[in-house]
């Protein structure tokens, strides 16, 4: 099987099969196409291989982002967010120039395509685009200062792991202090490879934590089946898969139902 992946006018093709791959180059000759050798850069995503595995990271991305925001001369943060901080849509005077907040979120969105890390972060600072604040902008210098410190991780897929699908599922209960609705984060593995991770404030407000990690676990329950189809296109078998909860009230309730 070979597998032709098309984003836009850029195209990868992966496959076991070296002699198939040579095969489908045959495309050269009917389309006006260039071919740039093995993986090493695409949109922005710097690849690595061996026989150990396949790295991925974002190194030359993040640095241009901390050159274009005059944040190469940051002393590096060690945490993503200040823990304590409790932002707000209407705390702290607004921007004058908006577009700066939007167009800074747009970049990291980007960045979280391989930093699982700052994932929830991004997530949060997102909320505040339409009427972004100077706190808000702060909490965006503060994330930029983490990356100075961290522009080399990314991603790591090792080649000798097993195909066992697992999602581990946590949630921020009531953390928006404007709606009091509970953030779904959940990290899914294929085997130790990670290969989906989420951060999305839920839809309604719940009463009890049990409540929020209920609504969480079928969020990443969804997305465990949505990848297990996703792998059986690739002729990869599923067997079973594993949703993993610290909530123990939540998971009798996913066990045995609401009465």
Known sequence: MVVLLVYVDNIILAGKDS????????????????DLG?????????????????????????LQLLEDTSSLGKKPAGLPIIPSQKLSLHDGELLHDSQLYRRL???????????????????????FVASPRQPHLLAVHHLLSYIKGTHGLGIFFSSSSNLQLSDFVDVDYASCP????SVTDFY????????????????????????????????????????????????????????????????????????
């Open 38 to 62: 093995n993986l090493k850069y695409f949109l922005g995503f710097e690849i690595a291989r061996n026989s150990s595995g396949i790295s991925l990271c974002q190194r030359r991305y993040a």
């Open 105 to 127: 979120i747009g970049r990291l969105l980007y960045l979280t395509h391989t930093r699982p890390d700052i994932a929830y972060t991004v997530h949060h600072l997102s909320h």
């Open 19 to 34: 002699t198939l791959l040579t095969s489908v180059r045959i495309l050269l000759k009917h389309f006006k196409l260039r």
């Open 178 to 181: 404007d709606t009091r609705r």
């Open 188 to 259: 899914m593995f294929l085997g130790t490879n990670i290969v989906s991770w989420k951060a999305k404030k839920q839809q309604t407000v719940s009463w009890y934590s049990c409540e929020a990690k209920y609504r969480a676990m079928a969020s990443a329950t969804c997305e465990l089946v949505w990848f297990a189809s996703l792998l059986s296109s690739f002729h990869v078998s599923v067997s079973t898969a594993s949703l993993y909860c610290d909530n123990q009230s939540a998971m009798h309730l996913a066990i045995k139902g609401v009465s």
